[in-house]
């Protein structure tokens, strides 16, 4: 990245840093911008998206505008908590797979297995735009083996998996 290019990233990560009060590493005064929520479990507290889930959010789109067909119609980024960005498409067939799970599938051929953060996205062609869709029970369910990350659920909101889906089922039937 060039120094240009290396300022313009500081710039807007300042600004957008000042205008949701989160944190940056080593610099005082300012706090992660959370809300709370009212669910049926309770409260949920939500986190506005920082520029990394930005990017994560932007790279689910472009998959999806690359790879939506008629067996494909969503598309999933997930983000490890060594930084790395894995990519799932869905595979709308008889014996269909959903896009997280073609995420989480290459995160694991790699030998990761600790999710940060995860969003999917597909396309509305009549509005032209590729909306968020929050992981379904199946995906949630897969979810919980690899963490307690942020999902994704709105254009500008995330939430822990656990607010999303707070009584997973863990084996046994004791």
Known sequence: MSSQGRLCYLLRKIHFCQN??????GMKGFFSKSRTSESAHGKMKARTLNYE???????????????????????????????????????????????????????VTEGETEIDTIVAVTFDAKKMRYPILPACGRCRQLLVEFGNPWVIVKENQKFRLSDLYPVPWRGGFG
């Open 53 to 107: 889930d930005e990017r994560l959010l932007r790279s689910a789109r472009e998959l999806m505008r690359i790879r939506k067909s008629n067996v494909s119609s969503v598309a999933s980024c997930l983000r490890t908590k060594k930084g790395t960005i894995f990519r799932g498409v869905c595979i709308d067939t008889s014996t269909g797979m959903c896009a997280e799970y073609g995420a989480v599938a290459s995160m």
């Open 20 to 25: 949701t009060r989160t944190r940056i590493p």
